[in-house]
């Protein structure tokens, strides 16, 4: 059996764990999650440069 625990951290984001029945966190669920992150802050990255680049140009 699964089961989600879920509990609100410090800043306010949640965060949610799988665990098996003995409690242990599945560890394919945490590599899918940590992948997921990773894209999303090479994504937030690429924006990031892309708009200070502009930036720079605008100044010139």
């Given at each position: ?14 965060q949610?764990?799988l ?14 999650y ?27």
């Amino acid at each position: 059996m699964t089961q989600v625990n879920t509990s609100k951290a410090g800043s306010g984001i949640f965060q949610c764990r799988l665990v098996n029945g003995d409690g242990q966190v599945r560890a394919e669920q945490h590599a899918f999650y940590l992948n997921w992150a990773k894209e999303r802050i090479d994504e937030m990255d690429a924006a990031l440069t892309s708009f200070e680049i502009k930036a720079d140009e605008a100044k010139a």
